[in-house]
């Protein structure tokens, strides 16, 4: 008996050798970790990482956009380093425009600890951004990066990891979604108003917003309240300056967790850069930097916890002007119409000196201070080279 279990097992391990050799062969192999980076963030959530480009020693900002299908580089910075791009028929589009652009072919990333070699850069011009945030940008980061690997953003520390692809263990007490993913990301989402609406939304950390709706979308849908204020809102992005409207929307939910009073912007989409009616709209990184996020695309995974920020109140404020830095200058953009900034008399051009006596000329300072509703502000600028004073309170869009 012991011989027959013998040969019996024999039998068995000889007719299935060839399914365990099978089986070893397609076991994906552990992630590894190969290097962490720090970030810094600007007003909106945006996430900005410090790299060089080949060979060059100095190191430039970029930011990190899961809404973008590829890795760019500004135009100025591209001639600043004496780069020759190379012209194509290929285009880009953004939510004020469309673009032929050119390329610089088999480029190379270099993060400390890390080279990521074969890039293809398409070449666009950042100066709107670099005028909005006050810091120089040097470049997108998207798909053609961002696929490469397994990415962790840790907004508690400040820092991102990269990782092989590989099997990974997600950690305890987040939630794993299953967006479709095609160079841009795809995320089923529940939103609500006076009613609830099933739609995808482009899962977007380079956008410094909550939520921006196409008004196609909003208007076939028909969800929000009729009662709903909106407020004129100059916008940014590829192409230029567009304007908007800013209102509130009653809840969002990604997965299980819900947030509700959110902030959302509604544009003409005439460049459909929201693909409706696939998607309805963006779901940007004011809202998503609430969660720390892992990017697993070679598995269709993002895994997103709340973090330290999951709590934080958004931004309801609302003064009718925008801020940008202009040739070293902090300036006034355009003034909306019946907004308390235009109530009081500032225009667009003036130059910003002070707000609340804070002189550090700081555009992001200067932004976070206009961002408490319902509190009164000093801002002294600059116009016809004669100093004036305002004082204002800041309106609240709840």
Do not use: W
């Not at 397609?26 to 980076?37: N, Q």
């Not at 991102?160 to 989402?189: C, D, E, H, N, W």
């Not at 995974?301 to 109140?313: A, L």
Request: net charge positive.
């Amino acid at each position: 008996m012991k011989y027959c279990l013998s040969g019996i097992f024999f039998l068995f391990a000889c007719c299935c050798a060839p399914l365990l050799r099978a089986q070893e062969e397609f076991i994906e192999p552990p992630s590894k970790h190969l290097t962490t980076v720090k970030f810094t963030q600007l007003t909106g959530g945006i996430v900005i990482l410090h790299a060089r480009v080949d060979e060059y020693p100095d190191t430039l900002n970029f930011i990190l956009d899961t809404g973008s299908s590829g890795i760019s580089l500004d135009s100025s910075t591209v001639d600043y380093l004496g780069l020759k791009p190379v012209p194509t028929d290929r285009t880009i589009r953004g939510i004020a425009g469309i673009r032929k652009v050119n390329f610089l072919f088999d480029k190379t990333l270099r993060f400390p600890g890390l080279n990521i070699e074969h890039l293809d850069f398409h070449i666009n011009d950042y100066s709107i951004l670099t005028t909005v945030y006050g810091e120089r940008i040097d470049g997108i980061i998207g798909y053609s990066v961002i696929s490469r690997y397994i990415m962790k953003v840790n907004y508690d520390s400040m820092q991102l990891s990269f990782y092989t692809k590989g099997t990974i263990r997600y950690p305890r007490g987040g939630y794993l979604l299953k967006p479709a993913i095609s160079q841009l990301v795809s995320q089923p989402m529940r939103i609500r108003d006076e009613k609830a609406i099933y739609s995808r939304f482009l899962f977007d950390l380079g956008a410094g917003l909550c939520m921006l709706l196409s008004r196609e979308f909003v208007e076939d849908s028909a969800f929000f309240s009729k009662k709903r204020k909106r407020f004129v809102k100059e916008g940014e992005g590829l192409g230029g300056k567009i304007d908007m409207e800013l209102t509130l929307l009653k809840e969002v939910r990604i997965g299980p967790y819900k947030f509700r009073n959110v902030p959302v912007f509604v544009f003409d989409d005439e460049y459909n850069v929201s693909s409706y009616p696939y998607m309805g709209g963006i779901l940007g990184n004011d809202l998503l930097r609430r969660f720390n996020v892992i990017l697993n695309y070679a598995k269709g995974d993002i895994y997103i916890t709340p973090n330290s920020h999951y709590g934080e109140v958004f931004d309801y404020s609302y003064s009718g002007i925008e801020l940008y830095l202009v040739n070293g200058l902090i300036v006034i953009g355009d003034v909306a119409k019946g907004s308390p900034a235009e109530a009081v008399g500032l225009k667009e051009g003036d130059e910003v000196i002070a707000i609340n006596k804070n002189l550090l000329h700081n555009l992001n300072s200067y932004k976070i201070a206009m961002q408490v509703p319902n509190q009164k502000i000093k801002i002294i600028i600059r116009r016809d080279g004669v100093m004036k004073e305002f004082e204002f309170k800041i309106k609240s869009i709840r």
